[in-house]
């Protein structure tokens, strides 16, 4: 038996929850052209707040200023690697069973997505490819709610983000499940009092999500 009484939304990461993690794409590039395995990755972590990636998913600068921020950056860490080409790589693809399941539990609960993202490419999914854009924007309709970094000009992990959720959706933080790839988004969920999920692979996520419910979501 589940704890589905007290649920009432399930909240949902997009990239690297819903999609494919873009660090599996960071990581392929970092192969193919010789840089050292998880740099990228590195650079988004220096001054998490207030770096070119973090800028750009607040909304505070444009596309050339966050390519020739996060050139210096990576520069300065030894590697140069144009945040244009970065850029090209954060859309993953798409994870079908977890589309399936945002169906089942759309006929159940309140689903909601808060998601950090950039005004890049097309859409809340950012993809560059037309096709894969249409198939993200139909995945993101199923959603009752979207919560966008871009557009708010807040992001994961600013408490301010989930209570935005929340408030839209008319739940208490307690009432919701929160799923994210990075621990460090799902720790201020946790202490407003909402159950988290850290996704690792969409095998363990379903079945950590599913001890939640008392219904079956496969």
């Known amino acids: 038996m589940g704890i589905s009484i007290m649920i009432k939304a399930v909240l949902w990461d ?23 395995i998880d740099f990228i990755r590195t650079v988004n972590s220096k001054n998490p707040d207030t770096n070119a990636w973090a800028q750009f998913e607040r909304n505070e600068i444009t596309v050339d200023e966050f390519d020739q921020k996060f050139s210096q950056e990576s520069k300065l860490l030894g590697q140069r690697i144009c945040g244009k080409t970065v850029l090209s790589l954060i859309a993953g693809k ?9 169906k089942i539990l759309k006929n159940k609960l309140t689903i909601g997505c808060i998601t950090n993202n950039m005004l890049s490419g097309s859409g809340a999914g950012m993809a560059r490819n037309p096709k894969r854009a249409e198939a993200m924007e139909e995945v993101l309709n199923l959603f009752d709610v979207v919560i966008e970094s871009s557009k708010l000009g807040v992001r994961k992990p600013d408490p301010r983000i989930y209570k935005i959720a929340c408030d ?25 009092g909402m159950f988290t999920i850290k996704v690792v692979s969409s095998s363990q996520a379903l079945d950590d999500l599913q001890a939640h419910l008392n219904f079956p979501i496969r």
């Open 14 to 36: 997009f990239g690297g929850v819903i999609t494919s993690s873009p660090f599996e794409a960071f990581n392929q590039y970092e192969r193919e052209n010789g840089f050292p």
């Open 168 to 192: 839209q959706l008319a739940i208490a933080p307690s009432e919701a499940i929160f799923l994210d790839d990075l621990g460090v988004n799902l720790k201020p969920a946790r202490a407003m």
């Open 94 to 102: 798409i994870r079908p069973e977890m589309v399936e399941t945002l």
